[in-house]
């Protein structure tokens, strides 16, 4: 599968941050569905469409937010 150069950057940021992706399935239009080492269990929805800084950010925080809520 190839996977579009704006999600590759998109992915590349969430990595520096500590979300390693493991697996990518592409889903309707522009949307793909994205496991995360960190995150087995719960399967993220991203779109490529996305590739302002603020969502970037902000993405990273809810993701963060996920593990808290795993560790308790």
Do not use: C
Not at 10 to 20: I, P, R, S, V, W
Request: proline content about 6%; glycine content about 2%; cysteine-free.
């Amino acid at each position: 599968m190839e996977i579009p150069r704006v999600l590759r950057a998109q992915l590349k940021e969430y990595e520096k941050a500590g979300f390693h992706a493991v697996r990518i399935e592409p889903r309707a239009g522009s949307h793909f569905k994205v496991w995360y080492a960190e995150l087995p269990d719960k399967p993220q929805i991203i779109t490529k469409n996305a590739n302002s800084f603020r969502v970037m950010k902000n993405t990273i925080s809810n993701y963060r937010k996920l593990l808290r809520v795993e560790a308790t």
